[in-house]
């Protein structure tokens, strides 16, 4: 039975690899880290009052990815579905009421007939 011997080089290669990068990763986070608070803070203002302001130019450009005609021929398209629907709802409405007044009616009928 024979053992190879190349697998604890190559362990021991790789471990030394992360731990080189760990340490550098931790130097270049420490002087990162060490940079940004020791910022200098520098403010220089200075007030200027003018009598008279000009001002720039103004260019209105429409980003808006939707054409206004298509919005207008949806709205319209909307309107006349809602319409047509209505007019459907109107009509069953109508054949209710109809029903109902035939069914008066013939109540009516049957209580005057029986009475008289």
């Known amino acids: ?5 190349t697998g ?8 030394v690899v992360m731990l080189g990068m760990a340490a550098a990763l931790m130097y270049n986070i420490l002087q990162l880290t060490r940079k940004y ?3 200098p803070i520098s403010v220089t203002l200075d007030v200027d009052h003018q009598q008279q302001l000009t ?10 990815p939707v054409k206004r005609s298509a919005w207008l021929a949806a709205q319209n398209a909307a309107v006349k579905h809602r319409r047509k629907r209505a007019a ?3 009509r069953v409405f109508n054949n209710f009421l109809q029903i109902m ?3 008066v009616a013939a ?3 049957l209580i005057l007939s029986a009475l008289g």
């Open 1 to 5: 039975m024979q053992r190879c011997h």
């Open 8 to 15: 604890g080089f190559k362990k021991i290669f790789w471990v």
């Open 37 to 39: 608070f020791d910022y």
């Open 55 to 64: 001002f720039p130019s103004v260019t209105v450009c429409n980003m808006n």
């Open 88 to 90: 459907g709802s109107l």
């Open 101 to 103: 007044r035939n069914f």
């Open 107 to 109: 109540c009516m009928y």
